[in-house]
């Protein structure tokens, strides 16, 4: 046998661990220290089979449904919103709601009554499909507060649209006003006839 041949079957021999008694790695050995050559444990295996799995669902998430919580420009967006809408919020909570009594305002608020409220008042307030403005009788109130909740909010079950979103703050205020102070109390041709409660 040649010193190469005798050489290699040294090489190949199998070495076992004196205390497991497994068999080693051949060939590899760090500061004297020797691997046993074993299988990976099989927790490990499903471990990284799932990676496997997770990664092809993912890519398919996202490269063919186009998985919106996975596009970094979608969240990015969804994130901007929620922002947005938060700050509307906070201002909305520190509007103070108070009779405006400015010509400018009043003004304002005459123009958004023709525009939008006329169509189910009348343009003298005196009430269409919806009801009077210009008497003393109220279904939901008769406070600038009572007002404006019913503007902003709306009351479905009667057919009056929610505001909120189409008119600002101001604006509805602006419009309530000018009910208040320019449509009450006048006297209009051919009313409807009162509805709700009288308040004196």
Request: hydrophobic residues 35%; proline residues 6%; neutral net charge.
């Amino acid at each position: 046998m040649s010193p190469e041949e005798k050489k290699n079957t040294e090489q190949n021999k199998i070495e076992y661990d004196p205390i497991t008694n497994e068999p080693l790695v051949q060939g590899e050995s760090y500061d004297g220290i020797k691997e046993l050559d074993n299988d990976m444990p099989t927790w490990y295996k499903w471990l990284f089979y799932l990676t496997i799995v997770f990664a092809v669902i993912y890519l398919v998430r996202i490269f063919i449904f186009k998985a919106p919580d996975l596009i970094q420009a979608d969240e990015y967006a969804a994130e901007m919103t929620k922002f947005k809408n938060s700050a509307t919020e906070k201002k909305a909570a520190s509007f103070v709601v108070k009779l405006q009594t400015s010509p400018a305002a009043l003004a304002k608020g005459n123009e958004i009554w023709h525009q939008i409220c006329a169509a189910c008042h009348r343009p003298d307030g005196g009430g269409l499909v919806g009801p009077n403005m210009t008497d003393k009788y109220w279904i939901h109130g008769n406070t600038v507060q009572d007002l404006y909740n019913v503007v902003t909010n709306g009351v479905i079950q009667k057919g009056m649209l929610s505001y909120k979103n189409q008119l600002s703050n101001q604006d509805r205020l602006d419009v309530v006003s000018y009910v208040l102070l320019k449509l009450q109390g006048t006297h209009p041709k051919n009313p409807k006839a009162p509805q709700g409660k009288l308040y004196k």
